[in-house]
């Protein structure tokens, strides 16, 4: 069974950066595209970013792109996502996700919906963006 466990959350002032860690353990991630999701306060859940299993390609939303980056370190079972010019609308808890792959999709770009691709989820890290 596949575990997932972020972390590097925390506060942040506006402009600042963070780096959130997504940890596998009980399988290894080649076979998964991931992805990073957040939900704010009131709000549906959304997809940040996702990663290829295989293709080394990304997926960002339009909210973040230019300012996120995912990265993943299969030597580590570890997807990274590089956060960078945060503002007060990133907050949000951050959830990561992994989407096992089929060997004929191995190579195919990630998506972000549905989320019900997404097997299995860890439990969040909040990051707030705040003066």
């Known amino acids: 069974q596949l575990q997932l466990v972020e972390s590097g959350g925390g506060l942040v002032q506006p402009g600042g950066s963070l780096r959130l860690a997504c940890a596998a353990s009980?399988?290894?991630?080649?076979?998964?595209?991931i992805g990073w999701f957040r939900q704010a306060p009131g709000k549906d859940r959304e997809g940040v970013s996702c990663?290829?299993?295989?293709?080394?390609?990304?997926v960002y939303a339009d909210s973040v792109k230019d300012r996120f980056t995912i990265t993943r370190d299969d030597a580590k079972n570890t997807v990274y996502l590089q956060m960078n010019g945060l503002k007060p609308e990133d907050t949000a808890v951050y959830y990561c996700?992994?989407?096992?792959?089929?060997?004929?999709?191995?190579?195919?770009?990630?998506?972000?919906?549905?989320?019900?691709?997404?097997?299995?989820w860890g439990q969040g890290t909040q990051v707030t963006v705040s003066s």
């Open positions: 996700a992994a989407d096992q792959k089929r060997w004929s999709e191995l190579f195919r770009l990630c998506v972000l919906f549905p989320e019900a691709n997404y097997d299995y």
């Open positions: 009980g399988r290894t991630l080649d076979n998964y595209d």
């Open positions: 990663i290829s299993a295989r293709l080394g390609r990304s």
